[in-house]
């Protein structure tokens, strides 16, 4: 069954378990021998107007080709996931609450794709064209002990670097204080003027209170 763009909009926003959007989550870093927030981080990719996509070398990224990864969530899912992994992963630096929105359609023209799940080995089967390996994503439910499965992420890959514009991007952020200090900063900067060119920001935390 096909729609038109307006009935796609319409059939997604009245299902709670789906979404329109596509969020890539950022994370605190060190840059130059110096650590940076991952409100820091996400003013810079802000400023530079460009996602760099991961490394298949230091990632999970399967193949020869770098991708910027994002989740197919709402935002309430990605609240419960990182809530998730923040209580069973402590001091594993995975992702932060803070990140980019961006439109799944947009994302979508720019060449973005719903991952595969699969055993990359059996998935290699049949994605037989190398360039496209970026897609694959490690599924295995076979022992019982060792389960691998990130589908609740429901992700999606953009194989290299996305460029994008500040008025189609939205701004997540975690908490109170990241809040302040995504303000702060921002204020701080005289070109870009990202508070008022960006479309739109959201607090996680409120979403679990």
């Known amino acids: 069954m096909s729609y038109s763009y307006d009935q796609w909009k319409e059939r997604v926003t009245q299902r709670s378990d789906l979404s329109s959007s596509l969020v890539h989550l950022t994370r605190s870093a060190t840059i130059e021998g110096k650590e940076h927030s991952a409100v820091d981080v996400l003013i810079k990719i802000l400023k530079e107007g460009k996602l760099i996509g ?7 990224i399967t193949g020869n080709r770098s991708a910027v990864c994002f989740q197919d969530a ?19 630096n995975r992702y932060s609450g803070c990140g980019l929105i961006f439109s799944k359609y947009l994302v979508h023209a720019k060449g973005g794709r719903p991952v595969i ?19 694959i994503v490690s599924f295995d439910l076979s022992n019982t002990k060792n389960m ?12 290299g670097d996305m460029a994008f514009d500040l008025k ?6 975690d908490k109170r204080d990241s809040y ?6 921002c204020n701080e900067l005289k070109d870009p003027n990202i ?10 935390a409120g979403l679990l209170m």
């Not at 799940?117 to 897609?135: C, F, G, L, M, V």
């Not at 691998?148 to 194989?159: A, F, G, I, K, Q």
């Not at 508070?195 to 996680?204: A, D, K, Q, S, T």
């Open 195 to 204: 508070l008022e060119n960006i479309c739109g920001l959201v607090v996680l």
């Open 168 to 173: 189609n991007t939205a701004v997540l952020i």
């Open 54 to 60: 991961s490394n298949p070398r230091k990632g999970f």
């Open 148 to 159: 691998v499965d990130w589908m609740h992420e429901r992700e999606w890959r953009l194989p």
């Open 74 to 92: 709402p935002l309430s899912s990605i609240a419960e996931n990182i809530a998730f992994e923040n209580k069973h992963y402590e001091g594993r």
């Open 117 to 135: 799940y699969d055993k990359p080995s059996e998935a290699k089967k049949y994605i037989t064209d190398q360039n496209e390996h970026w897609r």
């Open 180 to 185: 302040r200090e995504f303000i702060a900063k």
